[in-house]
């Protein structure tokens, strides 16, 4: 925004507020030594307007876009200035006319940093720059950012300052994160992104149906658009096809991140990008095919439908994504078609770089598919195989291959991995940091399906199969452990864990955990879920975690002054003491919470 300034020379780009120049005013004294046409001093000067020319302000051009306007005033007249080389003077104003001050939509506008600053090469610091009210625009500026769009927009409507706060703002706006309206949707989007002609990354959560539109108001609005995510509520459809994606892919060239829900309309789809990174795709469903031309891809995460008539062939999807996306690190493919050829057509592509593996749902998974990951991966970070049916030999292929690299480790819902599978597996991973064993060591009575009509009630195979270890003990011991979940272990009924920095612990409906049989040594939890256990077993959560608050508090021994008057605790190597204290007191601090509800 441009606003009326004193009169400065061409080597001068010190810019002054508009509500200073509009309101400025100084105490008159022996008269007015400057001409009351042009501004000049009096002494020496010829004025070269006529005097039937009386002229309020008088505007003179610049090498800058907009022009620095010269206010004839008496209190303007007297403001400190430099002698300017005379030009011809053109587009005069009337006596306050402030309204055409602000900045229209065509022409430059300065942002606070200085970004399109009309005077190139020059910091202008905006907390000399003063609003209406006397606030310094650096001031509203931290204050207005804060806000979400909605309060944004509400602002503008409070004075012209702000109003031209906001749309700086907009302007300087980098990353947008927006709840869209069912009715409107694309009206709203579209006015939204006009705003921020500089949006770089974008997240939407539509409570609309989402179609190619949408999708083209998007591309058209943000040209320099890197990182777009939208996500559907309940109520919402996502429209768009496979082929308006591929478009969308392919002309966006700084799009590096993809993610989108609600993807059950796609059909088949052809990506072809040299900039994108990560694509994130759920509710996938039947797709006729999928092809991916991303050299430049790390990471990829499909999720599909759980629907059994899904007729996706992930076989030829993992082979041409191996094949297509060299450079992959993170892959991760939820469906219930996975099978162990899918592995095989994974681990034959030999993808050197990959850190992490998630393959979640495949019930078809065997510890053959873990002994081809753990001879194709040998460097992997992260592995999760939830939902397959591998066993404790399986874990022991693991531990074998993945000793110094593997720190997460997540086996949910593997109904053949027992408690002594996954103690191995916290004895022989020393870098473990996050393990989930939920509804592994379950109690075959909770899993039973509700009596037919015939009264058969006869367990699964499996089931009867594990009878003989329905109540288990589990003993962990491990120093870098931060998280752990047993969450549905209702097979468990003696838990003992000596994890000094354990800080979130999941026993979520391990109802047949006794209390008795409980010990937790982990004096850096913070956060224990407990909802669906018994009240006898979240009162002995509770005490044991005061407990060892207690204790910790107590850990120093208590000494007396020199003049025997008052006790103090001091650590027994005193060189140490502050660090010992402060991290005694940040432990202190750190109040465990047991969630139930």
Request: aromatic fraction near 4%; charged fraction near 20%; glycine fraction near 6%.
């Amino acid at each position: 925004m441009h606003h009326p300034q004193p009169h400065i020379s061409s080597s001068t780009s010190t810019s002054f507020p508009a509500a200073a120049a509009f309101d400025f005013k100084l105490a008159k004294r022996r008269g007015s030594y400057n001409c009351g046409r042009c501004g000049l001093p009096k002494k020496g000067h010829v004025c070269h307007l006529n005097s039937s020319t009386n002229p309020t302000s008088i505007s003179t051009p610049t090498s800058s876009p907009s022009a620095v306007t010269v206010e004839n005033s008496s209190s303007a007249s007297r403001l400190p200035h430099a002698p300017a080389i005379r030009q011809s003077y053109t587009h005069l104003r009337r006596a306050l006319s402030f309204d055409d001050i602000e900045t229209r939509a065509d022409s430059p506008e300065r942002d606070l940093d200085g970004s399109n600053s009309p005077y190139p090469g020059t910091d202008l610091d905006p907390d000399n720059e003063m609003i209406s009210g006397g606030l310094p625009a650096g001031c509203l500026w931290e204050v207005l950012r804060r806000l979400p769009p909605a309060g944004l927009l509400a602002a503008a409507s409070v004075c012209k300052g702000w109003r031209e706060t906001t749309k700086r703002l907009w302007r300087a706006a980098e990353e947008l994160r927006l709840m869209v309206p069912p009715r409107g949707q694309l009206r709203f989007i579209g006015s939204v992104l006009k705003k921020c002609p500089s949006l770089v990354r974008m997240s939407l959560k539509m409570e609309s149906d989402v179609d190619a539109t949408m999708l083209a108001c998007i591309a058209f609005s943000c040209p320099n658009l890197e990182s777009m995510e939208i996500s559907t509520s309940n109520t919402a459809v996502n429209r768009i096809t496979g082929d308006e994606l591929g478009r969308f892919v392919a002309d966006k060239r700084c799009l590096t991140s993809l993610k989108m829900e609600g993807c059950s309309n796609l059909g088949g789809f052809v990506l072809s990008s040299s900039s994108l990174s990560t694509l994130w795709l759920s509710d996938l469903y039947s797709l006729s095919k999928m092809v991916f031309n991303c050299p430049n891809l790390k990471e990829i995460s499909l999720e599909f439908s759980r629907q059994e008539n899904d007729t996706t062939d992930l076989t030829t999807m993992a082979d041409g994504m191996g094949r297509s996306c060299p450079r992959l690190k993170n892959i991760h493919i939820a469906s219930v078609r996975l099978s162990h050829a899918v592995v095989l057509s994974l681990t034959a592509a030999n993808l050197r770089g990959l850190r992490m593996l998630s393959l979640v749902l495949g019930s078809e998974i065997t510890d053959a598919s873990v002994a081809a990951i753990a001879s194709s991966y040998s460097k992997l970070e992260l592995l999760d195989l939830s939902g397959s049916s591998i066993s404790d030999s399986g874990i022991g292929m693991i531990c074998n291959v993945f000793p110094n690299t593997l720190s997460r480790l997540l086996l949910a819902l593997c109904p053949n991995i027992t408690s002594s599978g996954i103690q191995f597996a916290t004895a022989q991973l020393p870098l473990l940091e996050l393990m989930d064993c939920g509804m592994t060591v379950c109690d075959p009575d909770s899993l039973n399906s509700p009596c037919d009509e015939s009264g058969d009630n006869e367990l699964p195979n499996a089931l009867n199969n594990k009878l003989y270890l329905m109540y288990q003990k589990l003993i962990i011991k491990h120093s870098r452990l931060k998280k752990l979940s047993l969450w549905g272990c209702s097979g468990l009924d003696a838990l003992c864990l000596n994890c000094p920095e354990l800080n979130d612990l999941n026993l979520i409906s391990c109802k047949n955990l006794h209390p008795e049989r409980l010990l937790l040594q982990c004096p850096s939890l913070q956060n224990v879920h407990a909802s669906g256990c018994q009240e006898s077993l979240i009162g002995a959560i509770k005490g044991q975690v005061s407990d060892s608050l207690a204790s910790l508090e107590n850990q120093y021994q208590c000494k007396r002054l020199a003049d025997g008057s008052k006790r103090v605790r001091a650590p027994d190597c005193l060189s140490q003491e502050a660090i010992d204290d402060k991290k005694r007191r940040k432990v202190v601090e750190q109040q465990c919470k047991v969630l139930v509800d």
